[in-house]
């Protein structure tokens, strides 16, 4: 998937995430927030000026948020997560995220009710899938702004003698036999039991760029 998928899911699919900060004390707070809309590498919501929520943003202009999709159980669910630094652009785009969004008319009916409203860009970032309801399970990742994704992913070295006891392990059976073995990382669940169980310490945990 590339980024644009990614951000399909988020504004199309997910639409409503929760979305934190940090108070006036350090201290993170959380709140449901609506996805507007997105381009190729932003996304876009609104808050209003009186809110909590919007002093927190123009204090410190770095947001983590999750959403998930409606589905039947856990099972059925994917989810998208990101974090990363926002920038308030005013009422550019108010008018096409209204266009693109018409519930938000009968919240904010009058033009006059809507100067309270400031659209805020999500701009650079790191951002993560994970998906339940694919057999394996299906990770992803994507960067928004050109930020350098850093994933911390387990991988087995040229140490591994081939003992197979991480692929008894495996509970996605996302490792394949080679020389050395192969973990597929976009099925990895990220439990470390490769990690934990490998005799030769041929299992390392790092940083994917
Ligand atoms: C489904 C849903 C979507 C929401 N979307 C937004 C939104 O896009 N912008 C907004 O300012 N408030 C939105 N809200 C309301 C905020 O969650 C609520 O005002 C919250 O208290 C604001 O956070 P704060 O108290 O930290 O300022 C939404 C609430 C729900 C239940």
Do not use: W
């Not at 951000?7 to 997910?14: K, P, Q, R, T, Y």
């Not at 808050?47 to 909590?52: E, Q, S």
């Not at 550019?92 to 209204?98: C, H, Q, S």
């Not at 490792?175 to 439990?191: A, F, T």
């Amino acid at each position: 998937m590339d980024v644009k998928a990614f951000l399909d899911v988020l504004v199309e699919e997910i639409h409503s995430v929760v979305i934190a900060t940090t108070d006036e004390n350090g201290l993170p707070c959380t709140r449901v927030i609506d996805m507007m809309m997105h381009d190729d590498d932003a996304v876009y919501f609104l808050t209003a000026k009186g809110k909590a929520f919007y002093k927190q943003l123009m204090e410190k202009p770095y947001v983590s948020l999750s959403g998930l999709t409606t589905g039947n159980g856990t099972m059925d669910k994917k989810s998208i997560s990101i974090s990363g630094a926002i920038r308030n652009i005013g009422s550019e785009k108010l008018e096409e995220i209204f266009e693109k969004n018409p519930y938000m008319a009968t919240i904010y009916p009058s033009d006059e009710s809507r100067t309270a409203l400031e659209v805020f860009c999500l701009y650079k970032g790191q951002g993560a899938y994970f998906d339940l309801s694919t057999k394996p399970i299906t990770r992803g990742s994507f960067s928004l702004g050109g930020k350098t994704i850093q994933n911390y992913g387990y991988f087995i070295t040229e140490d591994c003698t081939g003992c197979g006891l991480c692929v008894e392990k495996c509970p996605q059976n996302c490792i394949s036999v080679g020389e050395p073995y192969k973990i597929n990382q976009d099925n990895c669940l990220h439990c470390g039991n490769c990690f934990s169980v490998c005799p030769e310490k041929a299992v390392i945990k790092t940083i994917l760029n």
